[in-house]
């Protein structure tokens, strides 16, 4: 984002409203820390400027600076998914899409939010993480994917290095013997993550909406405290066909 200076009055009105506290004043009008802005769009969409000085950044769809508003404004679309958000569509909806079957767990892995943020390198210590321990099943179009230069080392494109987002998410989807492997390696790497930090396993209900006692005791057995969670959507009041 920018402010143009020539309209600014310097009133001071869309500082509380940047959640990284890009915006500071510069002989007496506001202005934006293009390297600490995250083209999240707070301050343009909140509408608080009283004579419409901030405006887009020019280059805020170049890569590989687009990456910090597909990842950053939740009104923005993902160039590649074509979806917007962090994460695929059906990430947190496994009762109504059925995408991780009995079997099975789905993991997320969730770095930085909105007014934290986080380096991407924090996102290629987990995936280095990941694939030293033998874990590759990442989520194909997760935007994150687009990231990764060399998937058997998780090496992000050395572009993105020192780039900045408001949180990312990495998606797995796995058998569920392999849960504790997983999140024992999960919580190593964790150490060394400078955000915050969310972990989401997603499973499959039995009846009586029970979470399945192997996938419980795989969590508590790598230290892990729970709680149970749930995503309703409109629309999505039976599973698919």
């Excluded at 020539?6 to 001071?12: A, R």
């Excluded at 506001?30 to 802005?37: G, I, K, L, N, P």
């Excluded at 994917?145 to 058997?152: K, L, R, V």
Aim: with cysteine.
């Amino acid at each position: 984002m920018i402010i143009n200076r020539e309209i600014c009055v310097g009133c001071g009105c869309c500082h509380p409203y940047c959640p990284t506290h890009a915006i500071y004043f510069e002989d007496l009008k506001s202005v934006v820390d293009q390297d600490a802005c995250y083209e999240c769009g707070c301050c343009l969409r909140v509408e608080v400027c009283p004579v419409g000085a901030i405006e887009e950044y020019p280059d805020v769809y170049e890569y590989p600076r687009a990456l910090r508003k597909y990842f950053s404004d939740p009104n923005a679309t993902h160039a590649l998914t074509g979806i917007q958000g962090r994460g695929t569509e059906e990430s947190k909806t496994n009762d109504a899409t059925n995408r991780c079957g009995p079997e099975e767990v789905g993991i997320l892995i969730e770095v930085g939010r909105p007014s934290i943020g986080m380096d991407l390198m924090d996102i290629q210590k987990i995936t280095r993480a990941l694939v030293k321990a033998g874990i590759q099943e990442m989520e194909p179009h997760n935007p994150f994917n687009s990231m990764i230069q060399d998937p058997s080392t998780g090496d992000l494109k050395p572009e993105l290095i020192g780039e900045r987002v408001l949180s990312a998410i990495i998606e797995l989807q796995v058998k569920r013997d392999r849960l504790r492997h997983i999140l024992r390696t999960i919580k190593k790497v964790t150490r060394k993550i400078d955000s915050v930090f969310c972990l989401d396993v997603i499973t499959q209900l039995e009846p009586g909406l029970k979470v399945p006692q192997e996938v419980l005791d795989a969590i508590e057995s790598e230290g892990f405290s729970w709680r149970p969670n749930a995503k309703i959507n409109m629309g999505l009041g039976r599973a698919w066909e």
